[in-house]
Each structure stands twice: as structure tokens, then as C-alpha cells.
């Protein structure tokens, strides 16, 4: 009889905590509980990738009716309905998370839907009021959208927020250049919201190949975004009656005799919003995407010895290991690549190194990604930025109207790139820009994980006529850098 209630407790039923509970369980044979304080399947199945890439379909099929007419069809498109679409969505997350909870169940994992913080390095305490010992914790709590330090930003939504709104606003402003603002400025605007953008920095998409980031920006714009860069949001509030009469909405600030916040505001309707370019706006919507943080508040964890680093990160080591030996964590609590498919295998790893016996730290290195916006950006290992400051590179590119656009008079572009090292030959970094490039970058991943050469590129006969084919027949560098 072990001196524990479980083998293993694992705080928080998303990707990476499921994954974990349920190979320790199923595989290696321990007595596993899980606590989930919300809806199982987490971020990704709940409020990110899952009901995301549904948008994403959602929000494509305007262009694809548009060009279909190029095609000969006798095509029109009716408007899109949001609450026919968000109630099969809803089920379709229902069915989801049931499948997370019959998952669980089946590999013989307990679950409470409970809150859970730990009161000792061995012993977790649930807001039931029940208190459980285990050789093992495993904290996969994940993180949350985060608003930024502005007065009244609670009045704006965040990603959580918009799968759950009751009606699509005519307009919104999104703040922000990562991920998600470019994936929902993309999405929003496929459906026919009004979209502006403010983003703070030069160019979205920080730390994305800058060729890659300047095409995404055009093709964005293309769309009918309102992209404004080096923009942000200085103050918002709620729109009242007769504020437009005051010089209209474009009219500089200096014009507009602006007091914020209002008192007398009211509750619901439009915001008003002054940015750093020197206009107030009116939207129906703000959304903040302006990052998120790891869930690792009041949970007793520094109590109990466990080190947090930036913005509430656990700190852990390539074992995801925290300093107190009994406690792991894994996911975006601990912040180190804050995607579902990597949460999963630091799930794996875990079970591997506690459960088996056998010490396999993650492989954090070339991990592919994709942006989901419209075109997507796939990518995997260095930007050319990246690669230049290590060694010289070879720079292979080429940009051009994909077959089925083109015939259609669209304009949109893709970018192939691929960084190749001048000393080894070794393909160091692919750079995708078209529809689909998700799909394509998975598989391109592959060979540049394996550490194909361009060599080894060149050899690969091309698939005729494909938007991907540029990829194998690329002969001569663009530059060298
Ligand atoms: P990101 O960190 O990618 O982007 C946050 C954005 O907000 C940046 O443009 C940042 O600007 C800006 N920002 C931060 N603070 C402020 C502020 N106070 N005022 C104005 N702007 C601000 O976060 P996301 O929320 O977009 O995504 C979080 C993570 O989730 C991603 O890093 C990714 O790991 C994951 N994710 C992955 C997806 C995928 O794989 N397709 C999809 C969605 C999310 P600056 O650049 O100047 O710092």
C-alpha cells in the first residue's frame, strides 16, 4: 500500500494535463486524479485553437464565394449568420469536452471539478474542502488572456470573450501584433466586422521573418483591415449620445475637449477610444490581445517552494521539474513555447521520466508553428534576422500570385523562404506565406527537423502544379547575409 492517496495529481484539465494523467494512468499503471476548476479541454479545446480554427472556416467562405463567380458559378453569398454558427460551435465544444471527460474516465483517471492549491509538497487541497496526498503533483494550469494597465479596460473583451458574444459587433479595434490579434483581425473581418487595428511596434508578428511579417501586414490591409502600426490605445470609454457632434470621429483630440472617464456613462453600446495617433474612434468592440500569463495565483505554490520567474512563470528545469522535487509543471504556466502540441509532449516526457524511469527532457528546438491568419504563415526554425547574427546564410525566396487567385484577378501573394547555412548547407529556417501553409510547414518541419541540407531540397522532384513546389525548385540565393 502506498503512504499516498495517488501516485500522481495533475492540477488543470487541458491538452497537457489530460495527456499526462491519462498515459500515467493507462500506461504506466499509477493511481492518477485530475482537478479542473473549469471546463475540461482547456484552452485549446475551449477558448483557443479548437473554436479558433472553426472561425477561421467560418470566415473564409466569403472569399471563396466571391471567387467562385471567377469560376463560372452562379454563386451568391446570403450574409453570414453568427448565432446559427455559434450555437453549432457551442455544441460542438460540448461534444468536445465530453470526449476530454470520457477520455479520462476510460484510462481509469478520477476527476473533481474543483479548484485545487497545494498545501504542502505532497498534499493538494480542492475548494470541496477535500484535501488529497500524492507522491506526484503535476501543475498544468495553463494561462489567460491578460488586459493591459489602462484605465476602464474592462470595458474591452478578450479572446476568451468572443466566442461567447451574443451578437458580432459592426466594428471592433483590436490591440495588439501577436498571435491572436492578427489570427481575429483576420477572422473578424472575414465575417464582415469592421476591423481596426493598433499595434504598438513597428511591425506585427515580433519575432516572426521579417519578409514574412511585411507580407502578412499587406495582405491584411488587402483584406480591408485597418492596420495602424506604431499605435496603441490610450484611454477608453463609453460612448454617449452626441459625442460625434464634436468634430466627428477622425477629428484630433486637442479638438475634441476630451475628459475621461466619463461619470454619467452608460453601461452598454459603442466605446469611445483615444489612441497615440492623435484620434478618438468609436468601435462597438475593443478587444485586448495583448498577451497572456501564466494561471499560477494563489495556488500555495511559493508557499510550498516552488520558484516563480517572469510574470508568474514556475520555474522548471529541462525535466519540468520544480525546485521542490514532488512537483512538475508543464504547459503555458511554466512559459517556455505556450503551444498546445508542446504542452502535450512536455505531458509525455513527464510520464516518461517519472513513470518509466527513463529522464527525456523536451526537445523545445525547431518546433514548427503556424499563424492563422488569412494567408497563413507557417514557419519553422531561424528567421533570416536570426540566422544572419549566427553565421553567414544563404537567403532563398520567391513571392508571386498563386495559380487560383490570380485566375480569379485576386491579388494576393505567397512567400517560400528558406535560410540555408553557407558552411553546412543545412536548411536552418522555412518561412511559409500562402493558404494552407499550416498544413505545409507540418511537413517541411519534418525534413528540417532531420536536418535536410538545400542539397537534400533540390534532390526532392517538385509536385506539379502545387503553390509548394517553389519550395524544392529555388536555384540560386536571392542574397547572402
Ligand atoms: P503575444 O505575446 O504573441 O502578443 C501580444 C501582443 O500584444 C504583442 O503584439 C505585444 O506587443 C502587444 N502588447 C503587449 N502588451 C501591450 C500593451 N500594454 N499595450 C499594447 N500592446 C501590448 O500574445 P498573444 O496573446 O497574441 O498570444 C499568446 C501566445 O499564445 C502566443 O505567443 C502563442 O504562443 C500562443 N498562440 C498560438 C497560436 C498559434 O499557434 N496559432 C494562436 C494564438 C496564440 P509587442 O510585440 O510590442 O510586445
Known amino acids: 500500500m502506498s503512504e499516498f492517496d495517488y501516485d500522481l495529481f495533475v492540477i488543470g484539465g487541458g491538452s497537457g494535463g489530460v495527456r499526462a494523467a491519462r498515459v500515467a494512468s493507462s500506461e504506466a499503471g499509477a493511481k492518477v486524479a485530475l482537478a479542473e476548476e473549469d471546463r475540461y479541454?482547456?484552452?485549446c479545446v475551449i477558448r483557443g485553437c479548437v473554436p479558433k480554427k472553426l472561425m477561421?472556416?467560418?470566415?473564409?467562405?466569403d472569399g471563396i464565394t466571391e471567387e467562385a463567380t471567377h469560376y463560372g458559378w452562379d454563386i451568391k453569398n446570403g450574409g453570414f449568420d453568427w448565432s446559427a454558427f455559434s450555437g453549432r460551435l457551442h455544441n460542438e465544444l460540448d461534444r468536445l469536452e465530453g470526449v476530454y471527460r470520457k477520455l479520462l474516465d476510460g484510462s481509469g483517471v478520477t476527476t473533481y471539478d474543483a479548484r485545487a492549491r497545494l498545501k504542502d509538497a505532497h498534499t493538494v487541497e480542492l475548494s470541496t474542502g477535500e484535501t488529497f496526498t500524492a507522491k506526484h503533483v503535476l501543475v498544468a494550469t495553463g494561462g489567460r488572456p491578460v488586459r493591459p494597465d489602462l484605465p476602464n479596460a474592462d470595458l474591452g473583451i478578450v479572446s476568451d470573450d468572443i466566442f461567447n458574444l451574443e451578437t458580432l459587433p459592426k466594428s471592433i479595434l483590436?490591440?495588439?501584433g501577436g498571435y491572436i490579434a492578427c489570427e481575429f483581425a483576420c477572422i473578424l473581418s472575414g465575417l464582415g466586422v469592421e476591423v481596426t487595428q493598433y499595434y504598438r511596434g513597428a511591425q506585427i508578428l515580433r519575432g516572426f521573418d521579417d519578409e514574412a511579417r511585411g507580407l502578412i501586414a499587406e495582405s491584411m490591409r488587402e483584406q480591408g483591415v485597418d492596420l495602424h502600426t506604431g499605435t496603441n490605445i490610450v484611454e477608453v470609454e463609453r460612448y454617449r449620445e452626441g459625442d460625434d457632434e464634436e468634430g466627428g470621429m477622425d477629428a484630433p483630440v486637442e479638438a475634441m475637449q476630451y475628459a475621461m472617464p466619463a461619470k454619467d456613462a452608460p453601461q452598454e453600446g459603442p466605446l469611445k477610444v483615444k489612441s497615440t495617433n492623435g484620434h478618438i474612434k468609436v468601435f462597438d468592440q475593443v478587444l485586448f490581445a495583448t498577451g497572456r500569463r501564466p494561471n499560477s495565483d494563489d495556488m500555495g505554490l511559493e508557499d510550498v517552494g516552488v520558484t516563480l520567474g517572469r510574470g508568474g512563470a514556475i520555474e522548471v528545469d529541462e525535466y519540468s521539474q520544480t525546485k521542490v522535487p514532488s512537483i512538475y509543471a508543464i504547459g503555458d504556466v511554466t512559459d517556455r513555447v505556450n503551444l498546445t502540441p508542446v504542452a502535450i509532449r512536455e505531458g509525455m516526457?513527464?510520464?516518461e521520466t517519472v513513470f518509466h524511469g527513463n529522464p527525456t527532457p523536451v526537445d523545445h528546438d525547431l518546433i514548427p508553428s503556424a499563424v492563422f491568419t488569412q494567408p497563413e504563415l507557417g514557419t519553422v526554425?531561424?528567421?533570416?534576422?536570426?540566422?544572419?547574427?549566427k553565421e553567414p546564410v544563404d537567403v532563398y525566396c520567391t513571392s508571386f500570385r498563386p495559380m487560383q487567385s490570380a485566375f480569379a484577378d485576386?491579388?494576393?501573394?505567397?512567400l517560400m523562404k528558406l535560410i540555408v547555412s553557407q558552411e553546412s548547407d543545412k536548411v536552418l529556417g522555412c518561412h511559409i506565406v500562402a493558404p494552407q501553409a499550416g498544413e505545409m510547414i507540418q511537413l517541411a518541419g519534418i525534413a528540417v527537423k532531420m536536418g535536410a541540407t538545400k542539397e537534400d531540397f533540390d534532390r526532392t522532384v517538385?509536385?506539379?502544379?502545387?503553390?509548394?513546389?517553389?519550395i524544392v525548385t529555388m536555384r540560386k540565393p536571392n542574397r547572402t547575409a
Not at 517538385?462 to 517553389?470: G, L, Q
Open 56 to 61: 477561421v472556416f467560418a470566415s473564409s467562405y
Open 381 to 389: 526554425g531561424m528567421t533570416e534576422e536570426q540566422a544572419r547574427d
Open 41 to 43: 479541454g482547456g484552452t
Open 174 to 176: 483590436i490591440i495588439g
Open 410 to 414: 485576386k491579388p494576393g501573394r505567397v
Open 349 to 351: 516526457a513527464f510520464v
Open 462 to 470: 517538385a509536385v506539379h502544379p502545387t503553390m509548394s513546389e517553389e
